[in-house]
């Protein structure tokens, strides 16, 4: 059973930056496809970012320049790093896996955005911003 840990998270001042953490236990960073999502409070998971097996991303307009998603295959982890922090970035995040499918000896993800699409889940790390 897969299992995702969030961490990072934290209360910053709007400009700053964090560096979220996913660790993936009881399976292999590289079999799954990955992203990120947040949700803020009485709203749906909002996806951010997705990371396919590959290496490849697909992320959400209104994000892109901010956000910058990376892993690391040795240390079985998921990062996500968000710069010039603001406000509106305060929700709680987290990361999200879905087993890549194997088509023809070639790995593929779906490279969804859409939270229904991914099995596994981590608890979730809070950021919050201050101005």
């Known amino acids: 059973q897969v299992q995702l840990v969030e961490s990072g998270g934290g209360s910053v001042q709007a400009g700053g930056s964090l560096k979220l953490s996913c660790e993936v236990s009881?399976?292999?960073?590289?079999?799954?496809?990955m992203a990120w999502f947040r949700q803020f409070p009485g709203a749906e998971r909002e996806g951010i970012v997705s990371?396919?097996?590959?290496?490849?991303?697909y992320y959400r307009d209104p994000v892109k320049g901010r956000f910058a998603v990376s892993k690391d295959s040795e240390k079985n982890s998921l990062y996500l790093e968000i710069n010039d922090l603001k406000s509106e970035d305060t929700a709680m995040y987290y990361c999200?896996?879905?087993?890549?499918?194997?088509?023809?000896?070639?790995?593929?993800?779906?490279?969804?955005?859409?939270?229904?699409?991914?099995?596994?889940w981590g608890q979730g790390t809070q950021v919050t911003v201050s101005s």
């Open positions: 999200a896996a879905e087993p890549h499918l194997v088509l023809g000896g070639t790995t593929v993800c779906a490279m969804t955005l859409v939270a229904l699409q991914y099995t596994y």
């Open positions: 009881g399976g292999t960073l590289d079999a799954y496809c």
């Open positions: 990371l396919g097996s590959d290496g490849s991303t």
